[in-house]
């Protein structure tokens, strides 16, 4: 299975995203397609056997939409090219103004000149028409567009636009027409028909639709905004060091391997491991943590980071595409591609929107025609059908709000996949946790020791020097402590493990163990005094370590896993969303019961394989909205059967493509921020769709004149225009309001 993401040009409604959709649909071979309209992009998966990227832009294209493959590049930003150029506004809107002093100046009580009395009233209506024919000839793109898409028989907007103006247009002509005839023969029926011309109308119509879609699009890239910060972080330039000496590069040229050199403000390029230097990182923009970190030789760096303080001299690990930050980039760019399960409904409704409201606008005309009082009337009454209708407010309800939330959070440190994720962790009723990674730091660390003698020298000497050897997870920890207290490692020879028991080796020729009393015990040792401090650890959940060198016991050392500092609020935080918290672990249930205590969990499963978190994951997923939380390599299956799954940003590569989410930062707190910011997003995407859903419900009738009869109310086109730039306008603003989603500091509860 193969996946491409193709630009896709010319898209200007739902309508038109709906006919693409379709139309790729239909080929051979495609398992998924999805087409935001927004991005102006199209997302394939297909069997390689039976498609290729070829065969697929020249569907699109033969169906009116220009369309090409979208190749990775380094990551820069460009800014969206909008068709609602300056000067196509400027001259629509004077063009338009002018027009309007000539067909409506003397109703406001303007002057006007005098040679357009009398038989000027042709020459008015000359003008009028003249200026009219310049705006929709500037505005050409949506009569070309809207003829088009009638031929392919997949109306749109630009058919809804086209219909309207170019009626208005039409009856205007015809109307001038008569003017002309009449104007020797009958002026007073000339002077009467110049209160039915159109031009105005036809003028206003696409004038007030590119007002709208000016500032539509200006506010649809504010959109992408965080995208575009993300992308700007990267430096379009870098030094680095070659043969000893600087040397200043394009970013996009640096190769694995590379030193390069950040100075106090810059920005990493690249993912890299720090070989000289020491200096605090901001990474607030990637993780959302605005605590600066500090970092030195062996620690690892991500692209996009910012050097606050201190040279960093850093050997390049991932480069172009494979760094984080355009990992980054290309998750939030595709879940804003995604649709939400929610989007469906108003996808279906798009396909036959615009057919539907050509025959409305019909049957209105026919209505009027029939009992109306005049042509006039049920002209104004059909355009005002075919403008109103707005089905750009359908299309844009749900992927500007995706885009927005996915960049949000993004900026956050939460990284969402798709837009079905970003729906689904909002219904979240429980978030299984699994701990060593997770709840926890991950590594342990020595948390206690009792020497028996009070020779901790001794203890930590020989405890050492034996860890030294092997390949424990607690070996770490027992170094660390021993460096910290600055103790060094005895020399041992010697050496053997013996698995799931201890350790043994010669020191100065004198036999010494490290393991379990049990372990000291089978080789002759007693081991009851180890025994006893262990007994007074009982219900801590730390593991211990007993040493023994030349026949005796020296002491006992503790270790366990640090709880992370953000659980307890993250796991608090969870509750007051009403999300049931529960462990999953592998460890054993004291240390498991111990975590519990102390982060506030009231559920746990101990002792679990992998195939035991499956199982676990499986039954509550079959009833319940599962969010499953993991790091590991043996989570995966897990991950993989929640209902939705976040895997910690510091974890396995395997727990990252498997899950649907990242956690760039690996704080447990943005698994909170994930399901509000879900929540955030869907009650934004359901306002969207109200509103869209309203606008037409409501303005199509009054605009058809249903109101008419009782209250003489009637919608002229230009108001109808208006109105129809305005919700779209309206969908776009309230989706930017999710910009400013946890800005505010959260309570802890």
């Keep these: ?53 070829e065969k697929i832009c020249e569907a ?18 460009e800014e969206p090219k909008s068709e609602y150029t300056a000067a196509r506004l400027i001259s629509s809107i004077l063009l338009t103004v002018i027009l309007m002093y000539f067909s409506m100046g003397h109703m406001l009580g303007i002057p006007m000149p005098a040679f357009l009395s009398g038989h000027g009233i042709v020459i008015s ?32 907007m630009d058919t809804l636009i086209s219909i309207g103006a170019g009626a208005s247009f039409l009856y205007g002509l015809a109307t001038f027409v008569l003017i002309v005839l009449n104007i020797d023969t009958d002026p007073e029926a000339a002077h009467a028909y110049m209160e039915n011309l159109y031009f105005e109308s036809a003028a206003m119509i696409p004038t007030l639709i590119t007002v709208g879609k000016s500032l539509e699009a200006r506010a649809r890239r504010k959109t992408t905004g965080a995208v575009k910060m993300l992308m700007e972080l990267a430096p379009a330039e870098s030094v680095i060091l070659e043969n000893g000496e600087e040397k200043t590069i394009p970013t996009a040229e640096i190769k694995v391997g590379d030193i390069v050199v950040i100075r106090p403000g810059g920005t990493a390029p690249v993912d890299a491991e720090i070989v000289y230097g020491e200096a605090s990182v901001d990474e607030s923009s990637l993780t959302g943590e605005s605590i600066p970190v500090l970092k030195s030789v062996g620690d690892s ?32 760019s595709d879940a804003g591609a995604t649709k939400a399960p929610v989007a469906r409904l108003a996808d279906k409704i798009s396909g036959i929107f615009v057919p539907i409201v ?36 359908l299309g844009l309800a749900t992927p500007v709000a995706i885009t927005v939330g996915t960049g949000r959070g993004a900026s956050l440190g939460v990284l969402i996949k798709t837009g079905e994720a970003l729906e689904t962790l909002g219904r979240a009723e429980y978030v299984l946790l699994d701990k060593t990674g997770t709840i926890t730091d991950g590594t342990p660390s020595v948390s206690d020791f009792a020497a028996t003698g009070g020779d901790e020298k001794m203890l930590f ?31 041992v020879d010697d050496f053997k493990s013996f698995a799931g028991r201890g350790i043994s080796g010669s020191i100065d020729g004198k036999p010494a163990y490290v393991g379990k009393p049990n372990f000291l015990t089978e080789n002759g040792i007693d081991a009851t005094e180890a025994e006893r401090i262990i007994l007074s650890h009982k219900d801590t959940g730390e593991t211990a370590i007993a040493v023994a060198y030349d026949g005796k016991t020296v002491g006992v050392i503790f270790a366990a896993d640090k709880i992370k500092s953000d659980s307890r609020e993250a796991i608090s935080r969870l509750k007051a969303l009403g999300c049931k918290v529960m462990m999953l672990t592998g460890d054993s249930e004291s240390a498991a019961q111990t975590v519990a205590k102390e982060t506030g969990i009231e559920e746990i499963r101990a002792g679990l394989l992998p195939t035991g978190k499956e199982r676990e994951i499986r039954e509550l997923s079959a009833e319940h909205v599962t969010v499953m939380v993991g790091d590991g390599i043996n989570d995966a299956p897990a991950l993989a059967l929640a209902s939705t799954s976040i895997a910690i940003g ?19 707190s943005s698994v909170a921020d994930a399901i509000e910011l879900s929540r955030a997003v869907m009650k934004n995407i359901k306002e969207n769709l109200f509103w869209a859903f309203f606008y037409n419900v409501l303005g199509i ?39 400013f989603f946890g800005r505010k500091k959260k309570k802890t509860v």
């Excluded at 991500?302 to 980039?329: C, F, N, P």
């Excluded at 026919?366 to 049920?378: N, Y």
């Design 1 to 53: 299975m193969t996946k491409k993401r193709f630009k896709v040009s010319d898209m200007a409604c739902s309508a038109c995203s709906a006919a693409v959709e379709r139309c790729v649909r239909t080929l051979s071979g495609v398992e998924e397609v999805s087409v935001s309209l927004l991005a102006g992009e199209m997302s394939v998966s297909y069997e390689e056997d039976a498609l290729n990227e």
């Design 60 to 77: 699109v294209t033969a169906a009116g939409y220009p369309t090409k493959v979208m190749e990775n590049r380094p990551l820069t930003y």
């Design 125 to 156: 209506a000359g003008i009028q028409m003249v200026l009219a024919a310049a705006v929709m000839i500037i505005n050409r793109k949506y009569f070309t567009g809207g003829v088009a898409a009638i031929i392919r028989r997949a109306p749109n």
């Design 301 to 332: 760096i991500i692209s996009g980071s910012i050097v606050t303080g201190g040279v960093l001299h850093v050997r390049a690990e991932k480069v172009g595409e494979d760094t984080t930050l355009s990992q980054i980039v290309r998750l939030v």
């Design 358 to 393: 050509i025959g409305l606008s019909l049957l209105t005309l026919a209505v009027w025609l029939i009992f109306g009082d005049s042509t006039e009337h049920a002209i104004r009454c059909a355009v005002s059908v075919l403008v109103i209708s707005c089905p750009c407010a």
């Design 461 to 491: 000497s020989v405890a050492a020097g034996l860890e030294k050897s092997s390949e424990h997870p607690l070996s770490g920890a027992v170094i660390a402590k021993a460096e910290e207290l600055n103790i060094a490692p005895a020399a």
């Design 650 to 668: 510091a974890g396995t590569e395997i727990a990252k493509e498997t899950a649907d989410c990242v956690l760039v930062g690996g704080r447990l």
């Design 701 to 739: 009738p009054v605009a058809a004149g249903v109101l008419y009869p009782a209250f003489e109310l009637l919608l002229n086109p230009m108001i109808a225009a208006a109105a129809m730039s305005v919700s779209s306008l309206f969908v776009v603003c309230n989706a930017l309001r999710l910009t």
